[in-house]
């Protein structure tokens, strides 16, 4: 891969520390273009007419293509790397949590993280309000399961670090912000400060 890598992010973002942290994993060089998503600076004519018409990031910019979705851009980086685990079987059961990450867990922790840490709850709408107990109860569903899961494991999938591991990291290490209590969840913790030991790993926000 030999064309330029740019990271269109917001720093504080889960799911672009997801692309930082596959990068960083990985020992590529890249740069980074910061857009503040509270000043709508991702929904500017340029931007949805260049980076990406569906006004989010992270974008992965490989050359002059884009890339949006966190766990697609950390998987065509991680491309024939041991991230991405050589087992077929394995492979299939990392999607399997990619997947989860994205439709079980992310919009509940990180929504609730968001709502709490960057609107506030004293903005909060009428629909927030409705809402922040029902995603509150659905996160916590999604840390018990990742906590069963982890009951005699390392890493999510075989033994090793993965793809699984990075986009299920990004909002969990971080879930207090959301008002999860991660001391509920034993073997999530244990799995986060594992996933902080290993060589190359740098923070959310860095």
């Not at 999607?95 to 609107?119: C, D, G, I, S």
């Not at 809402?131 to 906590?147: E, F, H, Q, S």
């Not at 999530?188 to 959310?204: M, T, Y």
Request: glycine share 8%; with cysteine.
């Amino acid at each position: 891969m030999s064309e330029k890598i740019v990271l269109h992010e917001y720093a504080d973002s889960g799911n672009c520390y997801k692309i930082r942290l596959t990068l960083a994993h990985l020992g590529k060089a890249y740069e980074r273009r910061e857009y503040d998503i509270l000043k709508g600076e991702t929904r500017t004519p340029e931007f949805l007419g260049t980076v990406n018409a569906n006004g989010r990031i992270p974008v992965l910019q490989v050359g002059d293509r884009f890339l949006p979705e966190s766990n697609a851009a950390i998987f065509y980086l991680a491309e024939g790397s041991p991230l991405i685990p050589g087992d077929r079987w394995d492979r299939a059961d990392m999607l399997r949590w990619m997947f989860f990450e994205q439709y079980n867990h992310e919009p509940n922790v990180a929504t609730m993280r968001f709502w709490k840490l960057f609107v506030g709850e004293e903005n909060w709408t009428d629909t927030q309000k409705l809402l922040a107990p029902v995603k509150a109860a659905a996160g916590d569903a999604a840390m018990k399961l990742m906590d069963e899961h982890l009951e005699g494991r390392s890493f999510f999938v075989g033994d090793a670090l993965s793809l699984a591991d990075i986009a299920l990291y990004a909002y969990t290490h971080v879930a207090e912000d959301g008002g999860f209590d991660l001391k509920a969840y034993p073997y999530v913790k244990a799995w986060c400060d594992a996933v902080a030991l290993q060589p190359g790993h740098v923070q959310i926000g860095d």
